[in-house]
């Protein structure tokens, strides 16, 4: 089995590469729930993170002691057989959908920042990830711990390099006109829900594999510490630029200006935050639907690709617009079972 440090460090990359899919990435997610808030979206992601790192691994928790290997035999477990039948095809939908979206969101980056036509991307992103995918999750592992670091690291240039960018503290304390919202309320439990009802795809298999408690427990919190310093970086970056919500890819935007001499490596590294995420999705796909259906994995992983190829021709923009706000509520019931479940309570 891995060393303590490099599964512990494993699982919090996976964890990160799972979550931090198209929207994270080129700031646009961010911005939906959090930028757009002004203060009120930086205390939004304060209690994002503490969700993330709590209930991240409460679910991997759980999912080792009652030995689930799919998200089907976890949502069983929390919401029994009968209705977790509708929540698992809920689900399946709902990963069908934003992975429509990671695939969307390439070719967004092609066509906007490359001025390659959209379709290069999104083809080149299926080709990749079913090579990766060959490889089952020693290839998810793999692209993880190699993307997640550089991630990290441009975060943190993005923010330093705008810390000049006018008088940050202003920034810092805006209010948004339209004062206190429910929605705003709501929105990082949202937020975080629907991160976490996707990454159960990829979090359950994990820690089946991995089976030592310790290495789950410490790699979920070191995974949720570096989503919250991902998003507080990507936040005070992203409150810089004026009418942030009118770019698709706005981190690019500020790249541009704050570090042009790093902008092709940035885009770069959105590409394979999207790509981390892509692989994830699917092999969680994946994982489920062989459990009905017994043909080979590489047909399935093909026919899901199609699916979402297909799905992803509305718009990387106008899906994550619609698909990200309505599934974060719904899912929404999904976060509060894992935090009532006594299954992922300390021993």
Sequence with gaps: MLSRWSGIFQIAAVYVGTVVGAGFATGREIVEFFTRYGIYGFIGILIAGYIFIFTGTKIMLISTRIRATSYEEFNQFLFGKKLAGIINIFFLIMLL?????????????????????????????????????????????????????????????????TLGNGDFLSFLTQVPDEGISLKMIFSPFAYTAFNLALAQAVLVPVANEVRDEKIIKHGAILGGIFLTIILLTGHFSLMTLPDVTSYEIPSAVIMRTAAGQLYWMFILVIYGEIFTSVIGNIYGLQRQISSYVKVPSMLIIAIIFLIALIISEYGYGRLLGYIYPVFGYISLVFLMLVWKSKAGKEK
């Design 97 to 161: 959908g934003v992975t429509a979206v990671m695939i969307s969101g390439s070719g967004a980056v092609f066509e906007e920042q490359l001025g390659v036509p959209k379709s290069v991307g999104s083809w080149s992103t299926i080709i990749l990830a079913s090579l990766v995918l060959m490889m089952g999750m020693r290839g998810v592992f793999t692209v993880n711990s190699f993307v997640v670091p550089i991630m990290i690291c441009f975060s943190l240039i993005l923010f330093f390099s």
